[in-house]
């Protein structure tokens, strides 16, 4: 998998910013283009089910936030395909 670090030039439009959640980057996945973000231990308050494994992500647990990237798709739209992932199973779905 081939990644993307730098941010696309899409017009304009903020990937996010990089708070205590992290920095939102676009890569490469299987021929579709991906934002993932990654969240640290201390910024994860709440359980969360990895589609990967389908095994409960427990707070305070570093993982990924991923969601197909669509500059077309409004933000509400955006944020209710984001997924929560163990770090490996992203790793894993990604290859």
């Known amino acids: 998998m081939a990644r993307r670090n730098n941010r696309r ?9 990089a708070r205590s959640m992290g920095v939102r980057t ?3 996945v299987k021929g579709e283009d ?8 201390s910024a ?10 389908n095994q409960e992500i427990r707070p305070a647990t570093p993982h990924v936030v991923a ?3 669509d500059d077309h798709t409004d933000h509400e739209s955006r944020l209710q395909d984001r997924r929560h992932w ?3 199973c992203w790793e894993r779905f990604a290859r």
């Open 9 to 17: 030039d899409d017009g304009g439009k903020d990937l996010g910013d």
């Open 44 to 53: 994860s308050t709440k359980d969360y089910r990895c589609p990967g494994c």
């Open 67 to 69: 969601w197909p990237y």
């Open 26 to 28: 676009i890569v490469d």
């Open 86 to 88: 163990h770090t490996p």
């Open 34 to 41: 991906w934002v993932i973000q990654r969240i640290t231990g």
